[in-house]
């Protein structure tokens, strides 16, 4: 896949399937996705670092439910039950959702508070999410039609 299908991938995902969990989803488009969805984090968390506002936070939220349709529809791909996304995406919510409120208006000392209460617990409970997850989404897909719907285009 060449940079402009990346680009466009993820553009269809965000405008025309923001939150579907229907049907399957092939791990090329959505590694492919995912990947767009790192580097425009990346992009955020330096924003983030020179204007000083919860730009990271925000784009967190804003991200989450494309990230729990594609990631729902991945795990369907592989026969198993879409809603096993929500293991990483609940920890992921109120992570960000903490970020937000407490960085916002408290600046450096809601940043502090949050590293030093429940951000250690949070980041803990989403990393052994997210490596039963990746482990799952790096399964190959069913080679044919699954519960979920017909094998999806590659």
Not at 18 to 29: K, N
Not at 48 to 55: A, D, E, K, N, Y
Request: hydrophobic residues 60%; glycine residues 10%; proline residues 5%.
């Amino acid at each position: 896949m060449d940079l402009n299908a990346i680009v466009e991938n993820f553009r269809d995902t965000i405008t025309n399937h923001y939150f579907d969990m229907a049907g399957r989803m092939g791990r090329e488009r959505f590694w492919y996705f995912i990947l767009a969805c790192v580097v425009v984090q990346v992009v955020a968390a330096i924003l983030q670092s020179v204007i000083f506002l919860p730009v990271a936070a925000l784009l967190s939220l804003a991200l989450l439910l494309p990230i729990a349709g594609m990631g729902a529809r991945r795990l369907q791909d592989i026969g198993r039950s879409g809603s096993l996304v929500w293991i990483g995406v609940i920890p992921a919510a109120i992570s960000a959702l903490f970020r937000l409120f407490l960085f916002g208006p408290f600046g450096i000392f809601g940043a502090l508070a949050f590293a030093f209460t429940i951000g250690p617990l949070l980041g803990l409970i989403s990393l052994a999410a997210a490596i039963v997850l990746i482990y799952f989404w790096c399964q190959p897909g069913d080679a044919a039609a699954n519960a979920y719907g017909p094998e999806p285009a590659k």
